[in-house]
């Protein structure tokens, strides 16, 4: 199973971006799957995710800019990022709880991390 993240860059205070997280492999079901983000000098947080029945979970620093959405039947999460902040400079990493085929628990599974660069 692997991740595919995208969509970080540079923007400047106040614009948004839009992430993007594909899962492919050999993937029974996926439960939740989400973004974490880790600052310099920072440990790595939880920003949103999002179940498979669709509740979201999201972080109060983010809350009410921050939108996380998934495909389904595409294994993919998706995170739009309105009113960007200088404080949401971060890597960016989604990850998945993934049950690959013939498997019986739920694994993580982690993307390689996108770069969030709030600057003006």
């Known amino acids: 199973v692997q991740l595919q993240a995208s969509g970080g860059g540079l923007v400047q205070p106040g614009g948004s971006l839009r992430l993007s997280c594909a899962a492919s492999?050999?993937?029974?079901?996926?439960?939740?799957m989400g973004w974490y983000r880790q600052a310099p000098g920072k440990q790595r947080e939880l920003v949103a995710a999002?179940?498979?029945?669709?509740?979201?979970t999201s972080s109060d620093s983010v809350k009410g800019r921050f939108t996380i959405s998934r495909d389904n039947a595409k294994n993919t999460v998706l995170m739009r990022m309105n009113g960007l902040k200088f404080e949401d400079t971060a890597v960016y990493y989604c990850?998945?709880?993934?049950?690959?085929?013939?498997?019986?628990?739920?694994?993580?599974?982690w993307g390689q991390g996108t770069l969030v660069t709030v600057s003006s």
């Open positions: 990850y998945a709880e993934v049950k690959g085929s013939g498997s019986m628990w739920y694994v993580d599974y």
């Open positions: 999002i179940r498979n029945g669709g509740s979201t």
């Open positions: 492999g050999s993937i029974s079901s996926i439960n939740a």
